[in-house]
C-alpha cells in the first residue's frame, strides 16, 4: 500500500493522472486519470493535489515587518499590481525565505471553491495543495 496519492490538476480543474508513492518500500506507481470520480485513495493515504502552475501565481514579496498580522495583512497589497482580478477574490498561502522576504502563492477564492466541492462530491479528504511549480528541480545557480 501506497502512503501517498498525488495527484496533478490541470488548469480546467481536472485530474490528469495519479501517482501512490510509497516511501517505505520506495514503490511509485502511475496511471492516467480523467475525472475526480477516477481518484482512488484507500485508507491511511495521504492525498495531495499538484495544480497548474497556470492557475497559481506564485511570487516573493519583501515585508519590513515580524508581526504575523502585519505580513498577513500586507502580502495582498505587495502584489496587488501583479494579479488580474481583486484582491479579496483570492486566497494568499506564504513561507518566509528570509528575514523579510517571503514566497506567496495566490489562488483565485472561485477555484478553491470548485476544488473543495470535487473533493466533497467525491467524497476525498486533502489538505494539501501544491503548485507544480514546486515539483521542478531547482538549482540556485540558476534561472
Not at 500500500?1 to 517505505?24: C, G, H, T
Amino acid at each position: 500500500m501506497s502512503e501517498y496519492v498525488i495527484v496533478r490538476i490541470n488548469d480546467k480543474l481536472i485530474p490528469e493522472f495519479q501517482i501512490n508513492f510509497a516511501a517505505n518500500s520506495k514503490t511509485i506507481e502511475k496511471k492516467s486519470i480523467s475525472a475526480w470520480s477516477n481518484i482512488v485513495v484507500e485508507k491511511g493515504e495521504t492525498l495531495i493535489l499538484i495544480l497548474s502552475a497556470n492557475i497559481v501565481f506564485t511570487t516573493t514579496v519583501q515585508i519590513p515587518s515580524k508581526s504575523d498580522e502585519i505580513i498577513r495583512k500586507s502580502i495582498p497589497f505587495a502584489i496587488e499590481e501583479d494579479i488580474a482580478n481583486e484582491i479579496d477574490d483570492n486566497h494568499y498561502s506564504y513561507l518566509q525565505i528570509s528575514e523579510q522576504n517571503f514566497l506567496v502563492s495566490v489562488l483565485n477564492k472561485d477555484i478553491i471553491e470548485k476544488i473543495t466541492q470535487s473533493l466533497n462530491t467525491n467524497h476525498l479528504n486533502c489538505n494539501q495543495l501544491y503548485s507544480e511549480i514546486f515539483t521542478l528541480p531547482f538549482n540556485k545557480k540558476n534561472t
